[in-house]
């Protein structure tokens, strides 16, 4: 099938063309952002390809389909950025990789832990310039620390898995109780007890309208002083001004984030010539006690790869019309609420 790939990276090409030795799609890179403004690039395209910031909204969807675009194919896991009732409306297929690797965002958790814990970035920072004073690099042992867990999905569980090889206490809370987390000996709790009980919280539940800002003034108030807390998941989960207040009245004594509310302005390009206008953002930055990746955890080969494979599979299938169980539709969403 022809296919528009947007938000093209010099890696999502190689990963795409090894991927495509199998399927043999007539694939087009195109490096803009998938928008309404840039529509025009997919017509002729059957089948555009679109990445986490893509804005595939109503008025690009109906202009996708006046090109003659009857496929989206999401290259993640998340399909907020897609309106699907007007997908729907037009006859338009949606499908998405729901899971590529959760080892890699879990092992990438526990290292921004560990990394932000004993400061390494910033003893690298320190040799180089030999400077090999310890002033200011005292970290904790995890062992016997209590790990707090929201979400013990696939990277949740991994995580768990990771902090208990380390000789944590584990306690965790999800809406549907993991049963291979509770034969590890994870603790289920309330909410509450995550944040009144845990040195170390890490969030792992999807952005929804219930988990929006779970983060908050009231819920920071009531984690215990000194609290690292490390989200890998989406931005959405942390109200950032919160955080903010918690970092400076010392209640949050470390944060480690991969994700960030307001990231589609920021990540994955490189704006280091360029004036950041998010002052909030840029806030954070200043605090010795923060450490912020923009959206990698996700970012190994044995991710890229599956997510390439996934991908291409999904839009022969859409093609062969064949049942495609990545498909994403308002009624899927329906039937699994
Ligand atoms: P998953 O669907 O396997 O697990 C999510 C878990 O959250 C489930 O067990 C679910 O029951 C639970 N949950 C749902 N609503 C909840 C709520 N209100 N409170 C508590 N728990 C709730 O998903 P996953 O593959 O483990 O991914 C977790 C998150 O990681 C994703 O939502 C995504 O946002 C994020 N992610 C980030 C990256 C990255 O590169 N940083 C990459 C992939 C995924």
Redesign the pocket.
Known sequence: MKLAVFSTKSYDRAFLEAANQNYHHEITFLEPSLNPETVPLAYGYPAVCAFVHDNVNAEALRKLAEGGTQVIALRC??FNNVDLQTAKEMGQTVVRVP?YS?HA?AEYTVGLAIALNRKIHRAYNRVRESNFSLNGLLGFDFHQRTVGI???????AIVARIFQGFGCKLLA????P?PECKEMGVEYVSLEEIFSRSHVISL?????P??YHLINPETVSRMQDGVMLIN???GGLIDTQAVIDGLKSGKIGSLGL??YEQEEDLFFEDLSEIVIQDDTFERLLTFPNVLITG?Q??FTREALTKIAETTLSNISQVEKGEECPNEVSVERIQTKK
Do not use: E, M, Q, W
Request: proline share 6%.
């Open positions: 896991a998340g899971a959760p965002v929201v979400g013990t999905g696939k990277i949740g809370y999800d809406l549907y993991n792992h539940c999807p952005l929804t219930d988990t890998t998941s989406r991969d994700v959206h955890a996700f």
